[in-house]
């Protein structure tokens, strides 16, 4: 039901965010030593689901109004060892279109962490819908 209320055709139900950030890092099949951008005003489960699955996390600075990914420094961090971007969402939601744009130019894939925006839209698109996973 939940993922019908979020847009998207599957959900899997696991015993916590973290469970659910160590899952999506390993089913996005990166390598030993692919760095994974992330912001860098998240909790610490997001670095150590990046760790535990052998990558580096990168983090990228915040926005100075919202606190979310800063989307103006995030293409300047993606290199040939770029794996996935989790962009941390909150009260206040990056803005998933550009962040998904720059993404597909690089040929990245986004990994929403929607831990605190239950009911969240950005451009009445619900959040957990834009990425390859929503993570609530």
Known sequence: MFSAYCGVKNGVAVSSGTAALHLAVAAAQISTGDEVLISSLTNIATALAVIHNGAIPVPVDSEPETWNLDLDRLESLITPRSGPSFPSI???????????????????????????????????????SFGSDGLF
């Open 90 to 128: 909150s009260t206040v939601i990056v803005d998933m279109a550009r962040l998904c744009g720059i993404a597909a130019k690089h040929r990245l894939i986004v990994i929403e962490d929607c831990a605190q925006s239950h009911g969240a839209t950005c451009r009445r698109k619900m959040t957990g």
